[in-house]
Protein backbone atom coordinates (compact mmCIF):
# COMPACT_ATOMS: atom_id res chain seq x y z
CA UNK A 1 0.00 0.00 0.00
CA UNK A 2 1.99 3.34 -1.03
CA UNK A 3 -0.96 5.61 -0.88
CA UNK A 4 -2.95 6.01 2.59
CA UNK A 5 -6.57 4.34 1.37
CA UNK A 6 -8.02 2.30 4.37
CA UNK A 7 -11.24 0.48 4.72
CA UNK A 8 -14.14 2.92 4.32
CA UNK A 9 -16.13 1.79 7.66
CA UNK A 10 -12.79 2.71 9.33
CA UNK A 11 -14.15 6.55 9.17
CA UNK A 12 -10.33 7.86 9.34
CA UNK A 13 -8.75 10.92 8.23
CA UNK A 14 -5.54 12.93 8.03
CA UNK A 15 -2.96 10.21 7.54
CA UNK A 16 0.64 11.07 8.39
CA UNK A 17 3.47 7.89 7.43
CA UNK A 18 5.39 8.07 10.54
CA UNK A 19 7.23 4.85 10.32
CA UNK A 20 8.11 2.45 7.22
CA UNK A 21 10.16 -1.15 7.81
CA UNK A 22 10.63 -3.97 6.29
CA UNK A 23 7.15 -5.40 6.59
CA UNK A 24 5.08 -2.36 7.07
CA UNK A 25 4.06 0.81 7.24
CA UNK A 26 2.61 3.03 10.21
CA UNK A 27 0.08 5.81 9.69
CA UNK A 28 -1.48 8.13 12.26
CA UNK A 29 -4.88 9.00 11.60
CA UNK A 30 -7.56 10.72 13.55
CA UNK A 31 -10.77 8.67 14.24
CA UNK A 32 -14.03 10.35 13.71
CA UNK A 33 -14.34 11.37 17.09
CA UNK A 34 -11.60 13.10 16.81
CA UNK A 35 -9.25 10.96 18.85
CA UNK A 36 -5.53 9.76 16.85
CA UNK A 37 -5.29 6.03 16.05
CA UNK A 38 -2.91 4.28 14.02
CA UNK A 39 -2.88 2.30 10.75
CA UNK A 40 -0.33 -0.63 10.42
CA UNK A 41 -0.20 -1.55 6.70
CA UNK A 42 1.42 -4.94 6.21
CA UNK A 43 3.56 -5.62 3.09
CA UNK A 44 4.21 -8.76 1.64
CA UNK A 45 6.98 -10.63 3.29
CA UNK A 46 8.61 -14.03 4.68
CA UNK A 47 7.29 -13.38 8.57
CA UNK A 48 3.82 -12.02 8.06
CA UNK A 49 2.71 -14.92 10.09
CA UNK A 50 3.97 -13.08 13.31
CA UNK A 51 2.08 -10.08 12.08
CA UNK A 52 -1.33 -11.56 11.80
CA UNK A 53 -0.44 -13.88 15.03
CA UNK A 54 0.29 -10.37 16.33
CA UNK A 55 -2.90 -8.97 15.34
CA UNK A 56 -4.77 -12.05 17.13
CA UNK A 57 -2.64 -11.85 20.60
CA UNK A 58 -4.13 -7.96 20.85
CA UNK A 59 -7.66 -9.50 20.17
CA UNK A 60 -7.38 -11.72 22.94
CA UNK A 61 -5.94 -9.34 25.21
CA UNK A 62 -8.56 -6.61 25.03
CA UNK A 63 -6.24 -3.38 25.65
CA UNK A 64 -4.89 -4.95 28.82
CA UNK A 65 -1.38 -3.93 29.02
CA UNK A 66 -1.30 -3.38 25.08
CA UNK A 67 -3.29 -1.48 22.69
CA UNK A 68 -6.39 -2.18 21.30
CA UNK A 69 -6.65 -3.60 18.00
CA UNK A 70 -9.73 -1.57 16.38
CA UNK A 71 -9.98 -2.94 13.30
CA UNK A 72 -8.52 -5.33 11.06
CA UNK A 73 -9.00 -6.27 7.17
CA UNK A 74 -7.27 -7.87 4.90
CA UNK A 75 -3.36 -6.68 6.34
CA UNK A 76 -4.49 -3.18 7.86
CA UNK A 77 -4.94 -3.16 11.26
CA UNK A 78 -6.39 -0.06 12.98
CA UNK A 79 -4.61 0.56 16.47
CA UNK A 80 -4.97 2.09 19.91
CA UNK A 81 -2.74 4.86 19.20
CA UNK A 82 -0.14 3.85 22.14
CA UNK A 83 1.85 7.46 22.50
CA UNK A 84 4.60 8.74 21.54
CA UNK A 85 6.83 8.23 24.54
CA UNK A 86 9.24 5.27 24.27
CA UNK A 87 10.45 3.02 27.48
CA UNK A 88 13.82 4.20 25.65
CA UNK A 89 13.10 7.80 26.45
CA UNK A 90 11.96 7.09 30.07
CA UNK A 91 15.09 5.08 30.52
CA UNK A 92 17.60 8.26 29.00
CA UNK A 93 15.37 10.54 31.51
CA UNK A 94 15.27 8.88 34.69
CA UNK A 95 17.79 5.53 34.54
CA UNK A 96 18.18 2.03 33.40
CA UNK A 97 17.03 0.52 36.72
CA UNK A 98 13.18 2.95 36.62
CA UNK A 99 12.73 1.42 32.99
CA UNK A 100 13.36 -1.71 33.64
CA UNK A 101 11.03 -1.75 36.89
CA UNK A 102 8.28 -0.34 34.14
CA UNK A 103 9.01 -3.10 32.05
CA UNK A 104 8.61 -5.34 34.72
CA UNK A 105 5.34 -3.99 35.75
CA UNK A 106 4.16 -3.85 32.08
CA UNK A 107 5.39 -8.04 31.74
CA UNK A 108 2.98 -8.83 34.76
CA UNK A 109 0.48 -7.38 33.30
CA UNK A 110 0.82 -9.21 29.89
CA UNK A 111 0.42 -12.54 32.03
CA UNK A 112 -2.40 -11.52 34.35
CA UNK A 113 -5.34 -14.17 33.13
CA UNK A 114 -7.90 -13.36 30.66
CA UNK A 115 -11.64 -14.82 30.41
CA UNK A 116 -11.31 -15.44 26.78
CA UNK A 117 -9.49 -18.32 25.42
CA UNK A 118 -6.45 -17.85 23.91
CA UNK A 119 -5.60 -17.29 20.05
CA UNK A 120 -5.61 -20.70 18.48
CA UNK A 121 -2.67 -20.34 15.72
CA UNK A 122 0.08 -19.09 18.82
CA UNK A 123 3.72 -20.25 17.61
CA UNK A 124 4.96 -22.61 19.80
CA UNK A 125 8.51 -21.48 21.55
CA UNK A 126 10.14 -24.41 20.01
CA UNK A 127 9.30 -23.34 16.14
CA UNK A 128 10.66 -20.17 17.26
CA UNK A 129 14.02 -21.70 18.18
CA UNK A 130 14.76 -23.26 14.94
CA UNK A 131 17.38 -21.00 13.45
CA UNK A 132 19.19 -21.67 16.55
CA UNK A 133 18.76 -25.26 16.55
CA UNK A 134 19.88 -25.27 12.59
CA UNK A 135 23.10 -23.22 13.42
CA UNK A 136 23.99 -25.26 16.50
CA UNK A 137 23.80 -28.94 14.61
CA UNK A 138 25.92 -26.71 11.29
CA UNK A 139 29.08 -25.80 13.93
CA UNK A 140 28.57 -29.32 15.81
CA UNK A 141 28.64 -30.89 12.24
CA UNK A 142 31.71 -28.44 11.63
CA UNK A 143 33.16 -29.26 14.76
CA UNK A 144 33.56 -26.12 15.41
CA UNK A 145 33.49 -24.67 19.07
CA UNK A 146 30.51 -22.17 19.25
CA UNK A 147 28.65 -20.38 21.81
CA UNK A 148 25.41 -21.95 19.56
CA UNK A 149 26.17 -25.28 20.42
CA UNK A 150 25.61 -24.77 24.38
CA UNK A 151 23.10 -22.11 24.06
CA UNK A 152 21.19 -24.87 21.94
CA UNK A 153 21.44 -27.25 24.75
CA UNK A 154 19.96 -24.93 27.54
CA UNK A 155 17.31 -24.27 25.38
CA UNK A 156 16.34 -27.18 24.63
CA UNK A 157 16.45 -28.04 28.34
CA UNK A 158 14.01 -25.11 28.70
CA UNK A 159 11.45 -26.34 26.44
CA UNK A 160 11.43 -29.11 27.62
CA UNK A 161 11.05 -28.35 30.84
CA UNK A 162 9.00 -24.96 30.79
CA UNK A 163 8.19 -23.96 34.21
CA UNK A 164 4.30 -22.70 32.92
CA UNK A 165 3.03 -22.46 29.85
CA UNK A 166 1.75 -18.71 29.00
CA UNK A 167 0.42 -16.63 25.71
CA UNK A 168 3.73 -14.11 25.10
CA UNK A 169 4.63 -11.28 23.67
CA UNK A 170 7.26 -12.27 21.51
CA UNK A 171 9.37 -9.52 21.07
CA UNK A 172 9.12 -7.34 24.58
CA UNK A 173 11.65 -4.12 24.25
CA UNK A 174 12.44 -1.19 25.00
CA UNK A 175 11.15 0.47 21.66
CA UNK A 176 7.54 -1.76 22.24
CA UNK A 177 6.57 -0.08 25.04
CA UNK A 178 5.23 3.54 24.80
CA UNK A 179 3.49 5.95 27.46
CA UNK A 180 0.04 7.36 26.34
CA UNK A 181 -3.14 8.39 28.25
CA UNK A 182 -3.83 4.78 29.24
CA UNK A 183 -0.46 4.27 30.81
CA UNK A 184 2.66 2.40 29.85
CA UNK A 185 1.48 -0.24 26.87
CA UNK A 186 2.98 -2.44 24.02
CA UNK A 187 2.91 -2.78 20.40
CA UNK A 188 4.00 -4.72 18.16
CA UNK A 189 3.13 -8.56 19.35
CA UNK A 190 4.52 -11.78 18.12
CA UNK A 191 1.65 -13.88 19.57
CA UNK A 192 3.53 -16.91 21.37
CA UNK A 193 3.47 -19.46 23.81
CA UNK A 194 5.65 -20.98 26.24
CA UNK A 195 7.80 -20.31 29.25
CA UNK A 196 7.02 -16.23 30.00
CA UNK A 197 11.00 -16.04 31.17
CA UNK A 198 11.05 -15.93 26.92
CA UNK A 199 9.76 -12.50 27.10
CA UNK A 200 12.14 -11.18 29.99
CA UNK A 201 14.85 -12.52 28.07
CA UNK A 202 14.63 -9.87 25.29
CA UNK A 203 14.73 -7.01 27.72
CA UNK A 204 18.55 -8.09 28.46
CA UNK A 205 19.69 -7.23 25.39
CA UNK A 206 17.57 -3.59 25.13
CA UNK A 207 17.99 -0.71 24.15
CA UNK A 208 19.99 -1.90 20.77
CA UNK A 209 23.34 -0.95 21.04
CA UNK A 210 23.69 0.55 24.61
CA UNK A 211 26.48 -2.18 25.49
CA UNK A 212 27.46 0.06 28.44
CA UNK A 213 24.33 -1.20 29.19
CA UNK A 214 23.57 -4.41 28.61
CA UNK A 215 27.41 -5.39 29.47
CA UNK A 216 26.95 -4.41 33.01
CA UNK A 217 26.66 -7.29 35.33
CA UNK A 218 25.44 -5.16 37.86
CA UNK A 219 22.29 -4.50 35.34
CA UNK A 220 22.58 -8.07 34.67
CA UNK A 221 22.07 -9.32 37.74
CA UNK A 222 19.14 -6.41 38.81
CA UNK A 223 16.92 -7.59 35.62
CA UNK A 224 17.84 -11.45 36.63
CA UNK A 225 16.79 -10.81 39.85
CA UNK A 226 13.97 -8.70 39.50
CA UNK A 227 11.92 -10.61 36.46
CA UNK A 228 12.19 -13.76 38.74
CA UNK A 229 10.50 -12.60 41.66
CA UNK A 230 7.93 -11.47 39.05
CA UNK A 231 8.26 -15.04 37.33
CA UNK A 232 8.14 -16.98 40.21
CA UNK A 233 11.21 -18.53 38.73
CA UNK A 234 15.01 -18.82 40.47
CA UNK A 235 17.45 -15.95 38.73
CA UNK A 236 19.79 -18.49 37.25
CA UNK A 237 16.70 -19.75 34.85
CA UNK A 238 15.86 -16.39 33.95
CA UNK A 239 19.77 -16.14 32.87
CA UNK A 240 19.55 -19.05 30.64
CA UNK A 241 16.63 -18.21 29.11
CA UNK A 242 18.75 -15.03 28.09
CA UNK A 243 21.73 -16.48 26.91
CA UNK A 244 19.23 -19.18 25.00
CA UNK A 245 17.25 -15.56 23.91
CA UNK A 246 20.73 -14.13 22.94
CA UNK A 247 21.60 -16.96 20.73
CA UNK A 248 18.75 -16.95 19.06
CA UNK A 249 18.47 -13.27 17.97
CA UNK A 250 22.88 -13.83 16.71
CA UNK A 251 21.43 -16.94 14.62
CA UNK A 252 18.57 -14.74 12.69
CA UNK A 253 21.88 -12.19 12.00
CA UNK A 254 24.18 -15.10 11.03
CA UNK A 255 21.22 -15.93 8.57
CA UNK A 256 21.15 -12.50 7.24
CA UNK A 257 24.95 -12.18 7.25
CA UNK A 258 24.74 -9.48 9.51
CA UNK A 259 28.45 -9.99 11.15
CA UNK A 260 28.00 -6.44 13.16
CA UNK A 261 24.82 -7.33 15.10
CA UNK A 262 25.76 -11.03 15.54
CA UNK A 263 28.81 -10.60 17.36
CA UNK A 264 26.77 -7.77 19.21
CA UNK A 265 24.42 -9.96 20.46
CA UNK A 266 26.61 -12.49 21.37
CA UNK A 267 28.80 -9.90 23.03
CA UNK A 268 26.21 -9.74 25.49
CA UNK A 269 25.76 -13.42 25.75
CA UNK A 270 29.12 -13.96 27.34
CA UNK A 271 28.18 -11.23 30.11
CA UNK A 272 25.74 -12.91 30.52
CA UNK A 273 27.14 -16.15 31.03
CA UNK A 274 29.70 -14.66 33.38
CA UNK A 275 26.96 -13.49 35.99
CA UNK A 276 25.06 -16.61 35.87
CA UNK A 277 28.33 -18.49 36.97
CA UNK A 278 27.60 -16.60 40.16
CA UNK A 279 24.37 -17.69 41.07
Given at each position: ?????????????????????????????????????????????????????????????????????????????????????????????????????????????????????????????????????????ADLDAAA???????????????????????????????????????????????????????????????????????????????????????????????????????????????????????????????????????
Amino acid sequence: MDQAVFPARWNVTDPQLIAETFSSRIWKVRRADGTPAVVKALKPFDDVADEIRGAHYLSWRGGMGAVRLLGFEGHDMLLEYAGDRLLTDELNEHGDRHATDIANEVMARLLSPSDTPPPADLQPLRERYASLFKKAKADLDAAAGSPYVEAATIAERLLSNPHELHVLHGDLHHDNILLGERGWLVIDPKGLIGDPAFDAANLFYNPLYRHDLSLDPERVAYMAETFARTLGQRPDAILDHAIAWGCLSASWHAEDNNAEDEQSELAVVEAIRKVRSSF
